[in-house]
């Protein structure tokens, strides 16, 4: 029973994420195209810029092909004033039942947090992948401060920074909201090497290896790679909470 339900969990996640990557497949190519546009030489004669010339036959392989990088000038000039003054995150009371000193030792741990991980990197490569192609993101986990001591289970923020999210970023088809906070679910996925998955993942089997056909078109392993995704998944459940109150103080207890 629990392996029909991991099963059919598993043919859901992989049917949500197909959704998602045919929807929005030919604009994460126009966010690669712009991206490229702005940071690789040579890349303002490609795709839809190219003024309908095909470079593939060879006729134009020995004439020069000019470029006035103007965009990447301002991009960077973007990127700099950023840099300089960043964006950041500044607690404060929100009544009379927050003090001061509460906010002010937040913002110490929220700024001890930030620098002991990666927090600076995975900020600045969001901000740049926004500028240079309109879609930038970083990951935010919540880490044991002392992984080697069972006994302490208190927990701080991490900030990761998330490469290329065009290619490997995927959001809920259903959610409205601009920054996507009213997803039900998301993904993040990373390549491995044959090798490298069979050692992290030993138990596991790739899913175009299987023989399920779940009727995906997303190939999900080649000869080179094995693609493995991270997912995050909101899940609403109704709980019966009971309440007592006592009748002489007023108190209630849940």
């Known amino acids: 029973m629990a392996e029909k339900k991991m099963t059919d969990w598993h043919r859901k996640v992989l049917c949500n994420f197909d959704n998602a990557w045919s929807a929005t497949q030919d604009m994460r190519e126009q966010i690669i195209e712009a991206q490229r546009f702005v940071r690789v030489s040579g890349a303002q004669w490609e795709g839809s810029t190219n ?12 004439y020069p092909r000019f470029e006035l990088n103007k965009i990447s000038r301002e991009c960077d000039r973007i990127i700099g004033e950023y840099r300089q003054n960043r964006i950041s995150v500044k607690f404060r009371p929100k009544d009379d039942k927050a003090s001061e000193a509460l906010a002010e030792k937040m913002n110490g741990k929220f700024r001890a947090d930030y620098q002991e991980t990666s927090g600076g990197e995975a900020c600045d490569n969001a901000f740049d992948d926004a500028v240079t192609g309109g879609f930038g ?12 001591d069972p006994s302490n289970e208190q927990r701080r923020i991490s ?83 009971t309440a007592w109150r006592n009748p002489v103080s007023g108190e209630t207890a849940i």
């Open 51 to 62: 003024a309908g010339y095909s470079f593939d036959e060879g006729r134009f392989e020995h």
């Open 137 to 148: 993101c970083f990951r935010m986990c919540a880490d044991y401060e002392d992984e080697m």
């Open 159 to 241: 900030l990761l920074p998330v490469y290329d999210p065009a290619t490997c970023v995927f959001f809920d088809q259903d959610s409205k909201q601009y920054d996507r906070s009213d997803a039900m679910w998301a993904m993040e996925m990373f390549s491995m090497t044959p090798k490298a998955f069979e050692a992290e993942y030993p138990d596991s089997i790739a899913a175009s290896l299987s023989r399920d056909d779940t009727g995906t078109q997303y190939d999900w392993s080649t000869p080179d790679a094995i693609y493995v995704g991270r997912y995050y998944e909101v899940r609403i459940e109704k709980v019966k909470l």
